[in-house]
């Protein structure tokens, strides 16, 4: 059965850090470009990072850039996001999802990646107090 399996949110101040994992089961994480979005409470989910295949490119949505850095290790099939100078913006549940096209969706300004596409890990919530 393919599976993703996302952990690592909790409470965090503002500029903290968090690392989120995203665990594949069922599939090789380096066959499919594996993404992370979040949504916060009334608004739509977007994208945040992506990593493709191969040889690992990733894309980011502006206001993370810098901030947060997406990574996989392979033989853990498990794909990372570190999240560091947190802020209260960043506030929303976290999720992670696979599918053979999905950087195209990550950076601002791009369409919305279907929630009825590809492979979604149940979300993980990650809140940044002030």
């Known amino acids: 059965e393919v599976q993703l399996q996302a952990s690592g949110g909790g409470l965090v101040q503002a500029g903290g850090s968090l690392r989120l994992s995203c665990v594949a089961s069922g599939f090789n994480i380096d066959e499919y470009e594996i993404g992370w979005f979040r949504q916060a409470p009334g608004k739509e989910r977007e994208g945040v990072s992506c990593i493709r295949p191969g040889d690992g490119g990733t894309d980011y949505r502006g206001s993370v850039k810098a901030r947060f850095t997406i990574s996989r290790d392979n033989a853990k099939n498990t794909v990372y996001l570190q999240m560091n100078n947190l802020k209260p913006d960043d506030t929303a549940v976290y999720y992670c999802?696979?599918?053979?096209?999905?950087?195209?969706?990550?950076?601002?300004?791009?369409?919305?990646?279907?929630?009825?596409?590809?492979?979604w890990g149940q979300g993980t919530l990650v809140t940044v107090s002030s």
């Open positions: 999802a696979a599918d053979r096209a999905i950087c195209f969706y990550v950076p601002t300004g791009r369409p919305s990646y279907s929630t009825n596409s590809g492979t």
